[in-house]
């Protein structure tokens, strides 16, 4: 088991750029993803980015193009870079370790990041 923890959070003008690190206790190579998520006020909690063990990299649709995921196996952190922010990326952002892609998952507290006009 790992525990997270996300930093990097905060208030950005629509159109700027924020980077959010996510640290891990422990190893991350094995992990079968590490993913990010948001959950915006009143909405569920959604799926925003992740990569697989092997390195491949998802992206929902929303933030293709915007948001880019890396990680670096030997400092045990994973990032997500947000180019051209917009008012709908406001949420708080979660980094989250999913073990065996059969629900086996350890979320970090978050990060509130917030887009203004």
């Known amino acids: 088991q790992v525990h997270l923890k996300e930093s990097g959070g905060g208030l950005v003008q629509a159109g700027g750029s924020l980077t959010l690190s996510c640290a891990a206790n422990?190893?991350?190579?094995?992990?079968?993803?590490m993913g990010w998520y948001r959950q915006a006020p009143g909405h569920q909690r959604e799926f925003v980015s992740s990569?697989?063990?092997?390195?491949?990299?998802n992206y929902d649709d929303s933030v293709k193009g915007r948001f880019t995921m890396s990680r670096d196996l030997a400092k045990r952190m994973v990032y997500l870079q947000m180019n051209n922010l917009k008012l709908e990326d406001t949420a708080v952002y979660y980094c989250?370790?999913?073990?065996?892609?059969?629900?086996?998952?350890?979320w970090g507290p978050g990060t509130q990041v917030t887009v203004s006009s």
């Open positions: 989250q370790a999913d073990y065996d892609g059969l629900g086996t998952i350890d």
């Open positions: 422990g190893p991350i190579d094995y992990l079968n993803t």
């Open positions: 990569v697989s063990s092997g390195g491949v990299r």
